[in-house]
């Protein structure tokens, strides 16, 4: 019986860090990259984090390039990945997640018209933390 | 038996409680917003092993500034790629990280241009200096070589050694290699900007001119993650050297305008409508020599000078 607890808090424990590792397979990497279209695919943002944090990436944006941001997450209800694009002087541009409608977008298009320093922070709603990936994929205008 | 069982339980739950480190460190001696800004960059300063990567991560990828070429309706020239036969000149850790990062710029022009047979050369060069850097594991040339043969899977091609590079990259800074990582995409750098200004030299296409000069933002980062291992001979070489170049850049003006972008969603897809721009001015004699001083950088680069 002390065994069977044993193995069972053992479960417990691995249970969240083998979750955490499907979303940085092969499998999960092409599934998202799929989403990318006729976008060509450019970085892998990958993200994994406990709790409520934060990560942010930064990227130069070129004028007459589009942009594609693809949010790649596991799925879960409550937990779903946020991302947030921001300026040079980072101000926001926009949120995968509307609060108002509660509607998450898994993709942002950004056709950009002034080159510089942009910024993506990730985030995952609720207190949970999460793992996902974020593609970026570019075409020209 | 159950005795050896129980034993086991504490190193289980360390490498349980080792294997969940958190990923979100952010304690940089210096705040990255400033670093990356285009106004704000010193070379002298110190920056954290975090801010280089992060920098490192922002460098745009050779592939745009290649379907800018290609876009532009210039044709696809070899002639300006490093021969692969240049491979056996490389003989130090940083100059063969350096070819790597030019033979990678020359592999973005190729793929964009859809050359398979080029490609597989370039990539099997590739292969032998990640090999010579221990970083070979990256690329898996036996798949690489049938998705070059298959005209359908060129896309796939484009795919795989975008994210061979990218896995390498993160590779080398985990294993805190980041040293390596600069000068793989310093080099990426330079051999994209060669061939854009050797393209727009023939074409006065305005939209090559105009990304010439939008490469001065960054070349400020480029600068900034060079500076960083300029107690090390080779580094402060380069940074010299390219450095020479900046001051060709320092009379190139971009001037950044703000208005607030409007939001819309299309086929369920938010999409950003932009309406700020950034205009550039350089001349024809800037560009000259711009170009000038970048072929000689490039040049003792891939002489192994």
Redesign the interface.
Known sequence: MK?LK?ILF?ML??T??ISFGQCSSDEF?DNC?AKLETF??????N????KT????????F????SYMIVACDQDIPGAKMIIN?Y????KL??S?YNKKSKKH?????????????Y?LEVTFEGSKGGCGVSLLG???N | MMMKKIQLFPIFLLLVLTGCKNTNNKSDEVNINDILNEESTEPELVISEESINEIIQSIPSPLEMASLIKESGASFNEDFLNSTDNQDLYRTDFEKAMAMGIYAGDLGYINIYEKSYVALKYLKTIKKLADDLNVGQFFDFETIKRMASNADKIDSLLYLSTLNFERMDHYLRSQKRSNLSVLLVTATWIESLYIVTKVGNLTSSEPIIERIAEQKIILNQILLMVSTYSDNQFFQNLHEEISLLKKEFESVSIDYVYREPEIVEEDGRLVIIDNSTTEVNITQEQINAISNVLSEIRLKIIESD
């Open positions: 065994i044993i053992l424990l691995t969240p860090k990497l990259a060509t695919f450019i970085k892998a943002f993200t994994e984090m406990k944090q934060k990560v942010e990436y930064s990227y130069i070129s004028k007459g390039s694009l300026d040079r002087n980072k541009i926009v995968s977008y898994p993709d942002l298009l950004y056709p950009c018209s002034a080159t510089g320093v910024y570019f075409k020209k």
